[in-house]
């Protein structure tokens, strides 16, 4: 059992890598530096989750159990001292704004849909929109960010109006990148607790794939993916957003809780990975 696992686990591990490592070669990461990386990740994850139970982490369980050299420990655990990557990086300013802009109904219509706003109107405007949604942030970048992404457009009675319900960077953005040290971590984290989790205690994580599609159909499977998933993912925003507390103060309950569901699309030529 434990041959078929590691056989089992190491598939998993080129197939993770193919991808990350075209996105690391594609932006100038060479091996050393990737390494590098992944011997810092080693060391902290076996210091901070695999100590042992009662015993203050050691150098010498972590590089018993990494396989890295007790220099090499040391070293790396210095070089984190200086270097603080925090948790989970905020959301984007700009898609906090968007997503405002949907669920907020005090920048909707009578249908409950995002309604042009006044550049102007500090009370009810654009500006009132970034100023809640955004933190420090100036409404003029908020608009030229949304604007450069085509999430929002200028009416020629100097409104903005919202014309993409979502924020999606531009191509190779920082924003992007930033999207591959977030979602895939969530992705990985619930694929972790599922691993040790079944039943009603584990987390949902399903896809559905068939692998013998004509190409005109997958244009247009594409494009219907692309509206329903959104429809979900707005009606389950609305939801989320009724009971967070930073939204809906009146909200009762303990703890804090970070929950959410994220959906993406993908294609490709028969055999790939």
């Given at each position: 059992?434990?041959?078929?696992?590691?056989?089992?686990?190491?598939r998993a591990?080129?197939?993770?890598?193919?991808?990350?490592?075209?996105?690391?070669?594609?932006?100038?990461?060479?091996?050393?530096?990737?390494?590098?990386?992944v011997?810092?990740?080693?060391v902290e994850v076996?210091?901070?989750?695999?100590?042992?139970?009662?015993?203050?982490?050691?150098?010498?369980?972590?590089?018993t159990?990494?396989?890295?050299?007790?220099?090499?420990?040391?070293?790396?655990?210095?070089?984190?001292?200086?270097d603080d990557?925090?948790?989970?990086?905020p959301?984007?300013?700009?898609?906090?704004v968007?997503?405002?802009w949907?669920?907020?109904?005090?920048?909707?219509d009578?249908?409950?849909?995002?309604?042009?706003?006044?550049?102007?109107?500090?009370?009810?405007g654009?500006?009132?929109l970034?100023?809640?949604?955004?933190?420090?942030?100036t409404?003029?970048?908020?608009?030229?960010?949304?604007?450069?992404?085509g999430?929002?457009?200028?009416l020629?009675?100097?409104?903005?109006?919202l014309?993409e319900?979502?924020?999606?960077?531009?191509?190779?953005?920082?924003?992007?990148?930033?999207l591959?040290?977030?979602?895939?971590?969530?992705?990985?984290?619930?694929?972790?607790?599922?691993?040790?989790?079944?039943g009603?205690?584990?987390?949902?994580?399903?896809?559905?794939?068939?692998?013998?599609?004509?190409e005109?159909?997958?244009?247009?499977?594409?494009?219907q993916?692309?509206?329903?998933?959104?429809?979900?993912l707005?009606?389950?925003?609305?939801?989320?957003?009724?009971?967070?507390r930073?939204?809906?103060?009146?909200?009762?309950?303990t703890?804090?809780?970070?929950?959410?569901?994220?959906?993406?699309?993908?294609?490709?030529?028969?055999?790939?990975?």
């Amino acid at each position: 059992m434990a041959g078929s696992t590691h056989e089992a686990l190491s598939r998993a591990v080129r197939r993770i890598l193919r991808p990350l490592v075209r996105i690391l070669l594609r932006n100038g990461i060479a091996y050393g530096d990737f390494a590098e990386e992944v011997r810092r990740i080693y060391v902290e994850v076996a210091m901070n989750e695999f100590h042992v139970p009662g015993r203050k982490p050691s150098v010498s369980r972590t590089a018993t159990i990494t396989g890295l050299t007790r220099k090499e420990v040391h070293r790396l655990l210095e070089a984190a001292g200086n270097d603080d990557d925090g948790a989970l990086a905020p959301q984007n300013r700009a898609a906090q704004v968007v997503a405002g802009w949907v669920r907020d109904t005090d920048f909707q219509d009578g249908r409950g849909e995002p309604r042009p706003l006044s550049l102007e109107d500090a009370g009810g405007g654009f500006p009132a929109l970034v100023r809640r949604y955004s933190g420090d942030m100036t409404a003029r970048a908020v608009l030229d960010e949304l604007e450069r992404v085509g999430a929002v457009q200028r009416l020629d009675d100097g409104r903005a109006t919202l014309v993409e319900r979502s924020y999606v960077p531009a191509r190779d953005d920082t924003a992007k990148i930033e999207l591959l040290g977030t979602d895939v971590a969530l992705l990985m984290n619930t694929i972790h607790h599922n691993l040790d989790h079944s039943g009603r205690q584990a987390r949902y994580q399903r896809k559905v794939l068939y692998d013998n599609l004509p190409e005109e159909y997958v244009e247009r499977f594409r494009t219907q993916a692309a509206e329903r998933c959104q429809e979900l993912l707005e009606a389950l925003d609305r939801e989320l957003a009724a009971n967070d507390r930073d939204i809906n103060p009146a909200v009762t309950g303990t703890g804090s809780r970070r929950a959410g569901v994220g959906l993406f699309y993908f294609e490709g030529d028969r055999g790939d990975d």
